[in-house]
């Protein structure tokens, strides 16, 4: 599994990456939900609404659904004041807007938004949450910097960026 995990944060930061590219060349918004569904496999949907996003699996077809298993965190609450810790983010579908939402919104320049920043998806084995097999991907300022951590490196506190 720990090759499985490593894949699918490998995956999420090329599709950042990617996505960032795209919201500059096209100088449009780009908005990224991260699957945080326990029962399916991990994916990506990026595009202007959820229900007509387009639809990226991770980490290949050959992952079984449910057992690896993605988070989303925040490090600023919606008036932009600092948390002290890494706040979850679970839902899905509708729209980024909420600050509640497991997506975050690239904007023309490929920068996420400020009550996004530092962003934080987790790529984790669904039988060890915070166990070695651990990974990350953290969008830690405006500047739209996408990096990769694992294991103790993604207990990241926000206060430090």
């Known amino acids: 599994m720990l090759f499985r995990s490593a894949t699918v944060n490998g995956d999420i930061a090329a599709t950042l990456t990617k996505l960032r590219s795209e919201a500059q060349q ?15 496999a991990p994916q ?29 965190f925040r490090g600023f609450d919606a008036a932009g004041t600092a948390l002290t810790d ?5 839902a899905t579908a ?22 996004r920043v530092p962003f934080k998806v987790e790529v984790y084995e669904a039988s060890s949450p915070n166990g070695s097999s651990r990974k990350c991907v953290i969008l830690p300022t405006l500047l739209g910097q996408v990096k990769t951590q694992q294991g103790d490196g993604c207990d990241i506190s926000p206060n430090k960026f």
Request: one cysteine or more; charged letters at 25%.
């Open 86 to 90: 890494w706040q979850p983010v679970t």
């Open 44 to 72: 990506i949907r990026s595009g202007d609404t959820f229900e007509q996003a387009r639809s990226q699996p991770l980490g290949g077809q050959d992952i079984p659904a449910g057992t690896i298993r993605l988070r989303a």
């Open 94 to 115: 509708g729209s980024c807007d909420s600050i509640d939402k497991a997506c975050v919104t690239l904007d023309f320049s490929g920068n996420p938004g400020r009550d």
């Open 26 to 40: 096209r100088r449009t918004s780009i908005r990224v939900w991260f699957d945080v569904n326990a029962t399916d």
